[in-house]
């Protein structure tokens, strides 16, 4: 069975940092890539980023670019979301997915619960 769990998220005040990680199990992380999405109160879900199967091409929305940095450990069936510099507007419920094959195609099928991450003062 597909199991994908987030964690790491919580209330950090602007300009601060988490780090978000995403444990799978039931599969073979490292034959698919990964995707991190997010869900504001109120707006639609969005794409954060993607690490290809390979992590060579990493994606990123461009409202995270240099301050977000995803990365992956195949041997801990994990995917991290290292989030620095947050602002307000990255408050929302975070999401990893799996992509249905080696490579970032925005076609998340199977999903997590999600953690919280609000960034307040």
């Known amino acids: 069975q597909v199991q994908l769990v987030e964690s790491g998220g919580g209330l950090v005040q602007p300009g601060g940092s988490l780090r978000l990680s995403c444990e799978a199990s039931?599969?073979?992380?490292?034959?698919?890539?990964i995707a991190w999405f997010r869900q504001a109160p109120g707006k639609e879900r969005e794409g954060v980023s993607c690490?290809?199967?390979?992590?060579?091409?990493?994606v990123y929305q461009d409202s995270v670019k240099g301050r977000f940095t995803i990365s992956r450990d195949n041997g801990k069936n994990t995917v991290y979301l290292q989030m620095d510099t947050l602002k307000p507007e990255d408050t929302a419920v975070y999401y990893c997915?799996?992509?249905?094959?080696?490579?970032?195609?925005?076609?998340?099928?199977?999903w997590g619960r999600g953690t919280q991450v609000t960034v307040s003062s």
């Open positions: 690490i290809p199967a390979n992590s060579g091409r990493t």
């Open positions: 997915a799996t992509e249905p094959g080696t490579d970032c195609e925005n076609k998340p099928d199977h």
């Open positions: 039931g599969f073979v992380l490292a034959y698919f890539a």
